[in-house]
């Protein structure tokens, strides 16, 4: 008998480690969280990307919650703690 742990991945898929900011972005649409997805897209510039680590600048019309929000997803789908930093 196997005991299945929510970090499983029961809830959501795991995903490889993305290479790219916009492979990064693309979890986001696979993952059906389009309001984030359209944040990234409208609102948000990159600065700097690494797997596991990225900086961006934001608009005044990213919500306060969105990097948290960001976070949770990314740890949720790649199993990794990613730093997030605004530049």
Known sequence: V???HASDGADHPQHPMPISFEKMVGLFQTEK??????VFTDHVRLV????????ITTTRHTPNDFIMRVKQCLKAWTDTDWT???G
């Open 33 to 38: 969280e389009g309001i984030l997805a359209t």
């Open 84 to 86: 997030i930093s605004r």
């Open 48 to 55: 700097d990307y690494r797997p596991g680590a990225f900086t």
């Open 2 to 4: 196997v005991a299945l």
